[in-house]
């Protein structure tokens, strides 16, 4: 077994709880998942993680979107250290954007907002900040249930990342 996995299964529940959080904010998701325990192995766990996000609900999902930072922006004021990270990580795409690919980002990041009422979410690993423009520019047409519905794919995935990130720690 993962000795990462491992550890969590007999760790005490806020140790645990604040291990799920920091690979997704939904705080009902990061109990449903402790509560799971103990897991046997990786594949269990990942399972476990897609099982219990298909029955979140909007809340759970502006709950955990509101962990992640604007694409080409700065740290949630939401997230846990270890997702600032990673978020990090994931966008680090962005630092290497010019000056106007990141205006437009910021920008269009607003006008989402403004629009659908939550954050762009993607999961942006192996992602450029030109790529990630496109995604946003394309996604800022949908209706907010079809967005909303995206979004929470792409959080998905984002979490079966982070959990892989967490396990190899």
């Known amino acids: 077994m993962n000795s990462t996995l491992h550890a969590w299964n007999t760790a005490n529940p806020g140790t645990a709880l604040a291990a ?6 939904a705080r009902r998701w990061a109990t449903a998942m402790i509560a799971m325990r103990p897991m046997r192995n990786i594949a269990e766990l990942s399972a476990a993680a897609d099982e219990v996000w298909s029955r979140m609900e909007e ?3 502006l709950e955990a979107f509101a962990c992640h930072p604007r694409i080409g922006g700065e740290r949630s004021a939401h997230a846990s250290p270890q ?3 990673w978020s990090s990580q994931e966008q680090a795409s962005t630092r290497a954007a010019t000056a106007a690919v990141l205006a437009e980002l910021a920008a269009a990041n607003a006008q989402y907002e403004k629009r659908l ?3 762009f979410i993607v999961c942006a ?3 450029s ?3 990630m423009l496109e995604i946003l520019k394309h996604r800022l047409v949908a209706d907010r249930a079809s967005e909303l519905l995206e979004a929470a794919e792409q959080q998905r995935q984002i979490t079966q990342l982070r959990l892989g990130k ?3 720690g």
Do not use: P
């Not at 799920?20 to 904010?25: K, L, Q, S, T, V």
């Open 125 to 127: 690993t192996g992602k």
């Open 59 to 61: 809340e759970d999902w």
């Open 166 to 168: 967490w396990l190899l």
């Open 117 to 119: 009422g939550f954050s």
């Open 83 to 85: 997702s600032s990270a």
């Open 20 to 25: 799920m959080i920091a690979c997704c904010g």
């Open 129 to 131: 900040a030109e790529e």
